[in-house]
């Protein structure tokens, strides 16, 4: 969770909208008239209704249910008054918007945190035949609540009724340092099976550290070790919203890894804010990476989970009923966030994605894929089928049937004698506006450039070009690009990598074309999926 910042403040002064939180369906509902910036709001991603939102938070499935809580104000479009939003899924695509779990008070905001379902009622919070689900959250305490107002601390609300009310611990906070601290935040709680407890990892974000607990009964924590500062840790970054879970490696469940998700703001791979994660191993009280950069290293050097510029605060969800690691993140940047041209809401959720681990140049590296649930929209259709063709030093519109603004778009990319080969999306009937995802052979670099895309001078940090190292495989690259009314995500090379960024185009730039400069390049297999 992002601390205050007073130009946040001072533009919700400006822009307050003061609103009640909608129970409608949202995520992939069309636009209504009359809502604002419609064009731009998303068809395959999560955003309310209205106002501001933020870092994912709770992540949890129960009874045939996914939960997404998230960081909201209910009273504006802009970041304050931090409570815990909430939405509903059967799919992880069709999102319906609940009303407010957990609202701000005068005592303390509710910052980020996790949930878990404590089957076995070890909190002693519900009961046998009634298990609880258990948050812990971070308070940011106010004037009056016992402690000096800024302080952070973790704290403990529990529901009955799968997630539909809560009630807090009575005796919060259940878990404080000495001194208080302003920057203690962010509880992702599992439970660890070898040692029969449960895990908590939290951080103090500006010392670079990430502080492991555990409990039998969700209440009393005992300090465990702590981890870093390594990968970023300069000065003036923060570490937010760690996570940390095992993964078989290359599909053998004999042979885990343990994987620590640390979310960085600034200085991420593309900018701002960015989800750096390590791999290594844990024996239940230390985590131990392995194959660190040297410190102080370019950040190509670090391990991503994304490398465009809109993907932060990333999370897996608990209880996933498959035993997947299922991730979300926020699809925005700290860098312009407040200044992102939407009303009358601000933020969205990126696609779900399912994590895996396997050995790449011989060292252990996530790949990711949208969740299952996405490639079974994609196969419903309608899909267009291009097929294969080439282009030589020119560029090439795809048929009409291709049109369209929220749509997934296959294909296997050979660059060949090109210099530079690939697609634009969400391009204008001129061809002048558009968003660009280039192979450039010589560099062996995957960009996706957004410097053409569309409204981007709201603010001179909204960078353009977001750059991935990326080899072929046999002169080839496979590509899935999911587009949506405000963002584009590149899946590259089976996984290996992903740019996620957020695009404001024209309602009616929706075609696409591939291009080749100074040579020939082919497009192998192109399918275009219109979502609706």
Not at 98 to 103: E, F, I, S, T
Not at 337 to 364: C, E, S
Not at 392 to 403: F, I
Not at 432 to 446: K, M, N, P
Request: hydrophobic share 40%; charged share 20%.
């Amino acid at each position: 969770m992002h601390p205050a910042r007073s130009f946040f403040l001072s533009l919700g002064a400006a822009l307050a909208v003061s609103t009640a939180a909608c129970s409608a369906p949202t995520g992939s509902q069309p636009a209504q008239a009359g809502e604002g910036t419609s064009q731009w709001r998303p068809a395959l991603h999560y955003t309310p209704q209205r106002n501001w939102m933020n870092d994912p938070n709770g992540l949890v499935y129960y009874q045939g249910v996914y939960h997404l809580f998230y960081q909201y104000n209910p009273h504006g479009n802009y970041w304050g008054d931090m409570s815990w939003g909430h939405a509903t899924s059967r799919d992880l695509i069709h999102w319906s918007e609940q009303p407010v779990a957990m609202p701000v008070t005068d005592r303390e905001e509710i910052f980020s945190g996790s949930i878990v379902l404590d089957e076995h009622n070890t909190s002693g919070l519900g009961s046998a035949g009634k298990p609880p689900l258990v948050a812990l959250y971070t308070s940011v305490f106010k004037e009056g609540s016992g402690h000096e107002a800024g302080m952070q601390a973790q704290s403990v609300a529990y529901s009955t009724d799968g997630g539909e009310s809560w009630r807090k611990y009575e005796k919060n906070p259940v878990l404080t340092l000495n001194p208080e601290s302003r920057n203690f935040r962010d509880p992702k709680v599992s439970w660890y099976a070898p040692g029969g407890y449960w895990l908590m990892a939290t951080v103090v974000s500006d010392a670079h550290v990430v502080k492991f607990y555990r409990s039998k009964n969700l209440i009393d924590w005992e300090f465990l070790s702590d981890f870093g500062p390594a990968g970023v840790a300069r000065p003036g970054v923060l570490w937010e919203m760690p996570d940390l879970f095992p993964l078989p490696l290359d599909g053998n469940a004999r042979d885990p890894r343990w994987v620590l998700i640390v979310n960085i703001n600034p200085w991420s791979i593309a900018g701002g804010s960015g989800a750096e994660y390590f791999v290594g191993r844990f024996d239940g009280k230390t985590f131990t990476p392995e194959n660190l950069a040297p410190p102080d290293s370019d950040p190509s050097r670090y391990l991503w989970l994304d490398h465009g510029a809109d993907y932060y605060a990333a999370g897996t969800f608990a209880n996933e009923p498959h035993g997947k690691a299922v991730t979300i993140g926020w699809m925005s940047n700290w860098d312009y966030a407040d200044r992102v041209p939407t009303t009358p809401w601000k933020g969205a959720m990126a696609l779900p994605r399912q994590l895996a681990l396997k050995t790449i140049d011989g060292v252990p590296q996530l790949t990711f894929a949208p969740a299952d649930q996405y490639a079974a929209l994609v196969d419903k259709g309608p899909t267009t089928r291009v097929g294969t063709f080439a282009v030589s030093s020119g560029s090439k519109e795809l048929v009409p049937a291709a049109r369209g603004t929220v749509q997934n778009i296959d294909l296997t990319l050979e660059p060949r004698s090109a210099r530079r080969a690939g697609l634009v999306v969400r391009g204008s009937a001129d061809g002048a506006a558009g968003t660009r995802i280039v192979y450039d052979t010589a560099r062996h670099t995957l960009t996706l450039d957004r410097s053409h895309a569309g409204i981007g001078n709201f603010s001179p940090a909204f960078s353009k070009e977001h750059i991935v190292n990326l080899p072929l495989d046999n002169g080839r690259l496979r590509l899935r690009i999911v587009v949506d009314r405000g963002s584009v995500e590149v899946f590259a090379a089976d996984g290996r990598a992903v740019i996620t960024d957020l695009v404001f185009p024209a309602s009616t730039d929706d075609r696409i074309s591939a291009f080749a400069e100074q040579g020939e390049a082919s497009f192998h297999d192109v399918a275009v999926t219109n979502l609706r």
